[in-house]
């Protein structure tokens, strides 16, 4: 990013604190006021300095969508962050990803939805434990992930197309992945189309079936700036938020 470009004024503190809020009115709304939402702040092609401000008003989990962007941000800010990786993952992409940030900084990767990407995934898990500290590793130290589920059923969305799918992929994983762990389900969904986020809400009870944990114990990841409340609403337990904190999003030194 270059540094002649005006930076636009953000209150980035002020926008989360009105997200959160957002969050927390929309679940008493709805009488849902015993459900958490985690809020995850999607900062792609924001410059570290704005990070920082969300990170000074208390925020932890950030959203990324590029490899090579992660990589360089989570080295450059403090180590307690939990990154979560949103975006397409290139199956050649995982073993970096993974090197560069280790199981105790990637704390999802939001967006598998296939065994050759969840198989790259663990084994490069594998080798990130065996290069460190042997007694530094626990047996549960696993990456979680969500199985991204295309529930608009669009072309150029990635994801597995239905429950029946997302079910039988989940089951692989617990099979052939013991550094995986099934933390949850994920979609984008098509703008204004709220039956996506049912559909995810179907998904769930599948797999929950399949593999044999509680509905309640996977994360389902759905809302943005757009919709979110409405996902909340929905049954949304972890929101994405990118501009509506951090503001408009200029691609226009992205490839
Ligand atoms: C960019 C992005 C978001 C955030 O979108 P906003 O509309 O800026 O909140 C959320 N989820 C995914 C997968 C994204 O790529």
């Given at each position: 990013m270059s540094t002649e470009e005006p930076m636009l004024e953000v209150d980035i503190a002020a926008n989360i604190a009105d997200v959160q809020s957002n969050i927390s009115q929309t679940l008493k709304d709805n009488n849902m006021t015993e459900n958490s939402v985690r809020l995850i702040a999607?900062?792609?092609?924001?410059p570290v300095e704005l990070l920082m401000q969300a990170y000074d008003a208390g925020q932890r989990y950030f959203g990324e969508n590029y490899a090579q962007e992660i990589m360089s941000k989570a080295e450059e800010m403090p180590d307690d962050i939990k990154w979560h990786f949103i975006g397409p993952l290139q199956s050649n992409k995982a073993a970096p990803l993974v090197k560069s940030l280790g199981l105790k900084k990637l704390n999802c990767v939001e967006t598998v939805s296939t065994m050759k990407l969840a198989n790259k995934l663990n084994n490069a898990c594998t080798a990130w434990k065996e290069s460190q500290d042997p007694g530094t590793i626990g047996k549960n130290d696993k990456l979680g992930i969500y199985i991204q589920v295309n529930t608009s059923g669009e072309e150029s969305k990635s994801g597995v197309n239905n429950a029946l799918e997302c079910a039988e992929l989940a089951k692989e994983i617990l099979e052939s992945c013991p550094n995986l762990k099934i933390d949850g389900l994920m979609t984008i969904g098509a703008p204004g189309d709220y039956s996506c986020f049912d559909t995810l809400v179907e998904c769930r009870k599948e797999v929950a079936e399949a593999i044999a944990v509680d509905v309640d114990s996977l994360v389902l990841s759905m809302g943005m700036s757009g919709d979110y409340q409405e996902a909340i609403k929905r049954g949304s337990t972890s929101v994405r938020v990118g501009s509506t904190i951090f503001g408009a999003r200029d691609y226009s030194n992205k490839k």
């Open positions: 999607v900062s792609k092609t924001k």
